[in-house]
């Protein structure tokens, strides 16, 4: 019965039935000829060859040298842990190059006046306006805000950490309209008074994104014309405070 529930486990880890047959049969017996372990597995033993392949790539038997004989011995369940973790990196790592590849296209083919500009509505639009911020391709962002609304600081901060976990890395320079001595960890922030300000949030990234205060819509400029404009500003306003 126990066998059984962690079979179906395993299969649910992408694991096919002869190679979890081989495995928990390795487990059970191990280290040993390929003979043996094809006959505990119920599976002939040209196949077992065939299934031990994959699963030594995978860290989860290793073969030995005893004598003149080949013995294959599993290895810790721990090690499908370890695999798990080394495909989630290189998943991660394959996310961020199509990313990339993603702001090279929309760079080469979108730029210009081609971009334009779409329009989120409601909460449902906030958190689809928030997710492509999380997916930013570059760890620069440039944030301007005109309230220092401790609720609204710790929403972009999470989305700060996504970008940081996903990139490795990221670089936040934040300009608020009100003084704020709440700790950052993301880059720098920066204060300055003026009574000309649209209140909202303005993110820049390789699009920006414009949210207005009390107001459930939310603005995403793809225009890359009129985003090197408002990052030229920002960084002009920046450096004169």
């Known amino acids: 019965m126990e066998n059984n529930f962690i079979a179906q486990e395993l299969k649910k880890?992408?694991?096919?039935?002869?190679?979890?047959?081989?495995?928990?049969?390795?487990?059970?017996?191990?280290?040993?000829p390929v003979q043996k372990l094809a006959r505990e597995a119920g599976v002939v033993r040209p196949t077992t060859y065939e299934i031990l392949k994959p699963l030594m790539a995978k860290g989860l038997f290793v073969e030995t040298i005893h004598g003149k004989k080949r013995l294959f011995a599993a290895?810790?369940?721990?090690?499908?842990?370890?695999?798990?973790?080394?495909?989630?990196?290189?998943?991660?790592?394959?996310e961020r190059e199509l990313i990339r590849i993603i702001a090279a296209l929309e760079s080469k083919?979108?730029?210009?006046?081609?971009?334009?500009?779409?329009?989120?509505?409601?909460?449902?639009g906030s958190r689809m306006l928030e997710e492509k911020i999380s997916f930013a391709s570059t760890p620069e962002l440039l944030v301007f805000a005109s309230r220092a609304d401790?609720?609204?600081?710790?929403?972009?901060?999470?989305?700060?950490e996504?970008?940081?976990?996903?990139?490795?890395?990221?670089?936040?320079?934040?300009?608020?309209?009100?003084?704020?001595?709440?700790?950052?960890?993301?880059g720098e922030r920066k204060c300055i008074s003026s009574k000309h300000l649209i209140p909202g949030t303005l993110v820049l990234f390789d699009q920006a994104a414009f949210?207005?205060?009390?107001?459930?819509?939310?603005?995403?400029?793809?225009?890359?014309?009129?985003?090197k404009l408002l990052k030229s500003f920002f960084r002009a306003l920046w450096d004169q405070i």
């Open 162 to 186: 996504k970008i940081k976990k996903r990139l490795g890395k990221i670089a936040v320079k934040e300009l608020y309209a009100e003084k704020t001595d709440e700790p950052f960890a993301y």
């Open 13 to 32: 880890l992408d694991f096919a039935d002869k190679e979890v047959k081989v495995y928990l049969a390795g487990l059970e017996l191990g280290p040993v």
């Open 75 to 94: 290895q810790p369940p721990e090690k499908i842990l370890q695999f798990l973790r080394k495909q989630k990196r290189e998943i991660e790592e394959k």
């Open 211 to 227: 949210t207005p205060a009390e107001n459930l819509k939310g603005y995403l400029i793809e225009n890359q014309l009129v985003i």
């Open 150 to 160: 401790k609720k609204e600081m710790q929403q972009r901060e999470e989305i700060y």
């Open 109 to 124: 083919y979108y730029s210009g006046e081609r971009g334009g500009i779409s329009v989120f509505h409601g909460e449902e």
